[in-house]
């Protein structure tokens, strides 16, 4: 294969993940928009026309939760979180390896042993109701759902990465 062909696949291989991360950014956008705006309409309602509204509180409540596991399953890359790495910085690109494989592993091993008994738990909410809106709970966590499967998936494709040739890219 010559290198030129190599680039082209990398770069369809980017294009064709690009959309999924746009769409992801997008729905994160709209998510935190929405929150901007019943804040301002439960600001108006209460300053403005005396009468404040309890709905607001609640989707902003439902909104919020979603974005936090949905920006942490599909916007936030690895890279942008919060890291103790005093002593992986030091370490060498093989040692950098070791440890991430190692990291990888073993947030891929708790949250695969974890997945069945959140999600049976997220399934059996749907007898609970939220208090104003009375929208069932299995539907409010269902972000959390996708939150771990999401996490495992991208750890198992980094471990597939950090297994190859290249895989000083996924360091």
Known sequence: MVEGDASASSDKTSAW???PR???DAVACLLFAAVFLIFIYKIAMRYLAHDPVAWGDEIAVVLFIWIIFWA???VVED???ITFDLLYRHLSPRGQRAAAVLRLAIIAGIFV???PGAIDYIQFLWRERTPVMQWRLDYV???FGI???AVILRALWCLFGLATRDWRRWL
């Open 141 to 143: 966590y269902a972000c």
């Open 79 to 81: 890279r942008r979180q």
């Open 22 to 24: 746009r769409l992801a």
């Open 72 to 74: 942490n399953a599909f």
């Open 17 to 19: 993940l690009a959309w």
């Open 147 to 149: 939150f771990l499967v």
């Open 113 to 115: 042993y974890a997945a």
